[in-house]
C-alpha cells in the first residue's frame, strides 16, 4: 500500500469534525479595487482578474486600488453568483463587484490552503442569480482534521498540482517548437511575395509553384443539415461528417449518399468563422458550404500540403475578414499557390512535423489529463473522510 491510501485509511477510520466555512473564512468586499480603466496592455504590471473562468482579463497601468497578496498572504476570490473561486499569491486589481475575497479567520487552526482543496470538493451548482456567499456558500460544511493531516493533504495535493503545471509548461514550450520548426521547414522566402503568392522570375528547379486548383482534386460536402446530422449522430458511426469549427457528428454507412463520402487522405477547407485547415485520413463528409482536397500526384504528399496551408491560416482569415461573417470562396483556395520541392523532401518535413504534431496534440495533452484525473481522484478521497 503506498503512502497516500496509507493515508485515506487512517483518515477513514478516524473521521473528522465537520465545520463551516463562515467559521474559518472572512470576507471583504472588492469595491476598492475595481480597476477604473478597461484600456488593458500586456505590457502594464498589475493583472485584472474575474472569479470566473477567464481569470486574468488583461494588465492594467493603475497603481491605487491593489490588492496585495503574495505566496505568504494569498487570498481566495470567489464569484459571488456562480460560485466559481481563485486561489491568487500576487498582487491584483478587479473588474467587478460580483465577487468576495476570501482569506482565513484569525486564530484558527487551520491551514488556509486545505480549505480551498476542501472548497473544490463541494458538489453545488447555483440555480437562481443571486449572491451565494452569505446566503447559501459559506454554511457548506468542511471536514477539519487536526492540522498535521491537513498540512499533509496539502503536500499531497500540491505535489499533484505542480506536476501538471511542468507538464503545462512542457507543452507550451513545445508548441513554441513546433510553430518555429514548421515555419522554418515551410518558409521558402525567398520565392514569395507580400500576398502569398510567387515571383516567377525567381523560381528554381528545387521548388516548383503551382496553384491548388491545378495539383490537387476538390471535392465537395453533404447537403445533410445539422439538425439531420444531429439525429444520426453514434458514437460507433464509421464516417466524420464535419459541421463547423468543432463540431462533428459520427454517422454509420447509408446515412448519408455515397457519392459524399470521401475515402481517400484529405485537407478539409473549413471556409466560414474561423478559417482552419484539417486533415483528415479516414471516411467523412462536410458541410455543404465546406470543401477538401485530395491529391492524386504520387509525387505531392497532401500531408505536406496540409501542414504549408497550416502555415497560411492567418492569410486567409485575414481575407475573408473583409465579410461581415468572415468567410473564403473556393476561388480563394483555388488561385493559392504552394511551392512544392522534391518527394524525398515533403517526406522529410512530414516526418518532423508529425513526431511534434503527436507530441502536442496527443500525447503529452493526454498525460496532463491523466494527471488531473489522479489529482482529482485522490482530492475526492483525502477530502471525503467518511
Not at 500586456?42 to 486600488?65: K, M, R
Not at 486561489?87 to 491551514?111: G, Q, Y
Request: one cysteine or more.
Amino acid at each position: 500500500m503506498n503512502k497516500i491510501d496509507k493515508l485515506i485509511k487512517e483518515l477513514y477510520s478516524n473521521g473528522v469534525e465537520q465545520v463551516e466555512l463562515r467559521s474559518l473564512l472572512d470576507y471583504e468586499q472588492p469595491t476598492k479595487f475595481i480597476v477604473k480603466s478597461t484600456d488593458y496592455d500586456n505590457s502594464f504590471d498589475t493583472p485584472v482578474l474575474t472569479a470566473g473562468q477567464s481569470f486574468i482579463l488583461g494588465y492594467t497601468d493603475e497603481t491605487e486600488g491593489i490588492y496585495l497578496a503574495d505566496k505568504n498572504n494569498p487570498v481566495i476570490i470567489f464569484d459571488d453568483f456562480t460560485t466559481s473561486f481563485h486561489w491568487v499569491d500576487f498582487d491584483f486589481k478587479v473588474k467587478s463587484s460580483a465577487m468576495k475575497m476570501l482569506r482565513p479567520k484569525e486564530n484558527i487552526d487551520t491551514n488556509f490552503r486545505y480549505i480551498y482543496y476542501a472548497m473544490k470538493c463541494i458538489q453545488y451548482f447555483p440555480q437562481d442569480h443571486a449572491r451565494q456567499w452569505i446566503s447559501k456558500y459559506s454554511l457548506f460544511q468542511i471536514p477539519l482534521p487536526p492540522l498535521p493531516i491537513q498540512e499533509e493533504i496539502v503536500r499531497i495535493l500540491d505535489k499533484f498540482i505542480a506536476l501538471e503545471a511542468e507538464l503545462q509548461a512542457e507543452l507550451e514550450a513545445r508548441r513554441k517548437q513546433y510553430e518555429y520548426y514548421r515555419e522554418k521547414l515551410l518558409t521558402f522566402s525567398e520565392l514569395e511575395t507580400p500576398t502569398g503568392g510567387v515571383n516567377r522570375s525567381k523560381s528554381t528547379s528545387y521548388v516548383e509553384w503551382r496553384t491548388l486548383g491545378e495539383c490537387l482534386i476538390r471535392t465537395k460536402g453533404t447537403k445533410i443539415t445539422a439538425g439531420k446530422m444531429s439525429e444520426l449522430h453514434s458514437e460507433n458511426g464509421e464516417i466524420k461528417i464535419f459541421a463547423g469549427g468543432k463540431t462533428v457528428a459520427m454517422v454509420n454507412y447509408g446515412d448519408i449518399p455515397n457519392g459524399d463520402i470521401c475515402k481517400i487522405p484529405s485537407v478539409i477547407v473549413k471556409s466560414r468563422g474561423i478559417i482552419e485547415f484539417e486533415y483528415y485520413d479516414k471516411p467523412f463528409s462536410h458541410k455543404n458550404e465546406f470543401w477538401s482536397y485530395h491529391s492524386s500526384n504520387p509525387n505531392l504528399k497532401i500531408k505536406y500540403v496540409y501542414y504549408f496551408l497550416k502555415t497560411k491560416e492567418d492569410y486567409f482569415q485575414n481575407i475573408a475578414s473583409i465579410m461581415q461573417m468572415p468567410q473564403i470562396s473556393i476561388r480563394d483556395t483555388e488561385k493559392f499557390q504552394i511551392p512544392i520541392p522534391p518527394l524525398s523532401e515533403q517526406e522529410r518535413i512530414v516526418s518532423i512535423l508529425d513526431k511534434f504534431e503527436e507530441m502536442v496534440n496527443k500525447s503529452l495533452p493526454e498525460e496532463i489529463e491523466a494527471r488531473r484525473k489522479q489529482y482529482e481522484y485522490y482530492r475526492e478521497k483525502l477530502l471525503t473522510f467518511s
